[in-house]
């Protein structure tokens, strides 16, 4: 019989929350195992190699995470980590085009003005960083702290920074509030709103306006609209050399089958019977982190017998907020164009593009869409030159295409609902797969005039395929649940594990997207949120490197998290 492991912490999980939170500890000193049910790491940071010298991302893209403390509390860099930044071209043409279904959207000195201002990067005051790390990368407050405009994080920078703007409606108003007050273009106010969608927040969803133009900001200002060389895969590889050059051990093929709790607290877990590892029981010293999908851990890893009926129905309970997206990569044999009307009229006779956000003519369009997705919930009413979709920069990094000939559209994100909520059922978008791909052709053949003559090849992964490839991307969204008022800061997923706590069970923490503040996409914010709550229950003391959220406020009877 092979002896027992042991380790100050298991994690389950290795997706990119899991792999940070095991650099986290380890730099302080744990000795951590995480614990992959996947032959490889990093869940949704997946990269794939669909035709040989050609790389895809099916899920993670975007760097949203410029802000993020963890760049140099891990110091990333010294693992491996580089940006492909995407900058415009030497001959002034733009990253992206935003358009109208009758060309190109110019916005005016008062749009960029007021948007720089929103963002917190206009040069004449230029706060970025703090702000989007008040909306990110802050634990949510104790419950015994009433939520007021004086301790919302980011109510507190606006004050500081940006005093002209402050007024407690902030707390109220929505991003399209916000945009009709700072703004003056309505295509360009529907394109920031379709940015922040795709970014978490809806624009028309009240009390979380300013989340919602920060999520749009972490698109654009923190990155340059940027993505890591060689996509989301590469930076996932920085963090795991990180964790593993300070001695944390990650197994792979290795599924857990349930989180062992005695005596109300976790203390190890177990593995699947046909794991890769010999030894199927793996004991956890101080804590085991969850970095599993919320409804998985509960009613699977769980199960009913170590929570009450009335929260397990809870879990069940919480919503995918209506939202998924349906991921196309496109190949062509020769360079992609814009058709003449999309052209930019600065750029004479170019017409290559390089990818961007429409058709945003006005809000009617915008919420014709929303009706698609929360109201009717079935293969797109629209017509497929009028559905808002966004694509990526066709990127200037050598790492995705690597064979002559070949020109990469990829990603192309149309949102859709999530499987789960289609009326004709969850796998009907997966048997359907050519009916939906031959629509996403048509949305992007709208403004592209080559692409069906030169198309060597098109993939696609329609939510219900992103969801089983990882089993963390429930609802197969960048968030699991969405950024509205109910699942955002203290209230997610639910209030009383916003702190990342189970209150039943002690030792046992989320750290997965759809368990914890922020979710998705802000890439090391749930692994250092947590960080705040280890400290505090005295079970981690990281080095000098560390720092807290100055707008953490820690928990009474605790072990502050603000180093003495
Ligand atoms: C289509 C799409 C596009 C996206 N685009 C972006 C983007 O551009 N930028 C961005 O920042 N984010 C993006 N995201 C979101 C991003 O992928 C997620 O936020 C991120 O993957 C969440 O990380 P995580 O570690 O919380 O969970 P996951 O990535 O879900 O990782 C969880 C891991 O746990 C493993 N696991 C599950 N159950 C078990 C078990 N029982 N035992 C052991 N292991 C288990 C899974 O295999 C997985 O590896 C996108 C997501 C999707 C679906």
Redesign the pocket.
């Known amino acids: 019989m092979s002896k027992d492991e042991r380790y100050d912490v298991v994690i ?9 939170a095991a650099a986290y500890l380890a730099k302080s000193g744990l000795s951590v195992c995480v ?4 032959p490889e ?5 997946e990269n794939v190699e669909v035709v040989p010298g050609v790389r895809i ?9 410029g802000a993020a403390p963890g760049f140099e509390q891990l110091e990333l860099w010294k693992y491996g980590f580089r940006m492909a930044w995407h900058q415009m071209q030497p001959d002034g043409t733009p990253a992206a085009l935003i358009w109208t279904s009758d060309g190109p959207v110019t916005p005016t000195l008062k749009d960029l003005d007021g948007s720089l201002r929103l963002q917190g990067a206009h040069p004449d005051n230029t706060y970025w960083k703090d702000l989007l790390r008040a909306v990110y990368w802050c634990p949510p407050h104790p419950s015994e702290v009433e939520i007021t405009a004086d301790n919302v994080p980011y109510m507190q920078v606006i004050k500081q920074n940006a005093p002209e703007m402050y007024t407690e409606e902030l707390l109220e108003m929505s991003q399209f509030d916000l945009m009709d007050e700072y703004l003056e273009t309505e295509s360009y106010k529907v394109a920031q709103g379709i940015i922040a969608w795709y970014s978490g927040a809806s624009p028309e969803w009240q009390g979380v306006g300013i989340p919602a133009y920060a999520g749009a900001a972490n698109f654009s200002v923190a990155t340059g609209l940027s993505i890591s060389r060689g996509g ?1 895969h590469t930076y996932g590889h920085a963090v795991v050399r990180c964790a593993l050059a300070h001695g944390a051990v990650m197994r792979t093929s ?4 349930e989180i062992i709790i005695r005596e109300g607290r976790a203390v190890g877990v177990r593995l ?1 019977d046909d794991s890769a590892f010999a030894e199927k029981t793996i004991w956890a010293n101080k804590a085991v982190l969850a ?3 919320i409804k ?1 851990l509960f009613q ?2 769980i199960g009913p017998k170590h929570v009450d009926v009335g929260f397990m129905q809870r879990i069940r309970d919480i919503s995918l907020k209506g939202s ?2 349906y ?1 196309s990569h496109f190949l062509l044999s020769k360079p992609p164009l814009v058709r003449p009307k999309f052209k930019n009229p600065d750029q004479g006779d170019k017409r290559l593009f390089f990818g961007g956000c429409g058709p945003c003519d006005s809000r009617e369009l915008y919420f014709e869409h929303i009706m698609d997705i929360n109201g009717r919930k079935s293969f797109p009413s629209m017509p497929p030159e009028k559905v808002p979709w966004i694509m990526v920069p066709h990127e200037e990094d050598d790492s995705r295409v690597r064979r002559p000939d070949s020109y990469l559209l990829s ?1 192309f ?1 149309v949102i859709v609902p999530p499987p789960e909520y289609l009326v004709e059922g969850p796998e009907s978008m997966h048997r359907e797969k050519d009916k939906w791909d031959t629509y996403m052709r048509k949305a992007l053949g709208t403004v592209v005039e080559n692409l069906e003559d030169d198309l060597i090849g098109q993939w696609s ?1 329609p ?1 219900w395929e ?2 089983h490839r ?4 429930l609802g ?4 699991t649940t969405r950024h509205c008022s109910d699942q955002w800061f203290e209230t997610r997923p639910l209030p009383e594990l916003s702190r990342y706590r189970v209150p039943s069970i002690d030792g046992l923490y989320l ?4 368990s914890g503040h922020p ?5 090391m914010a ?1 692994p250092y949120n947590l960080m705040h709550i280890l400290i505090e229950d005295g079970l981690v003391e990281p080095g000098d490197w560390w720092y807290p959220s100055p707008w953490y406020i820690p928990q009474e009877g605790k072990i502050s998290a603000v180093p003495r």
């Open positions: 389950v999980g290795g997706g990119p929350n899991g792999v940070t614990l992959e049910e996947r790491l990093l869940g949704g940071c991302d099916p899920h993670m893209t975007f760097m949203y995470a989301a290795c599924p857990v089958d699947r970095n599993v999908e998985h699977d890893l998924s997206i991921v990603p994100y992964n939510p992103s969801e990882n089993w963390g991307l197969g969204g960048w968030y750290c997965h997207q759809s979710g998705g996409l802000f890439l749930i």
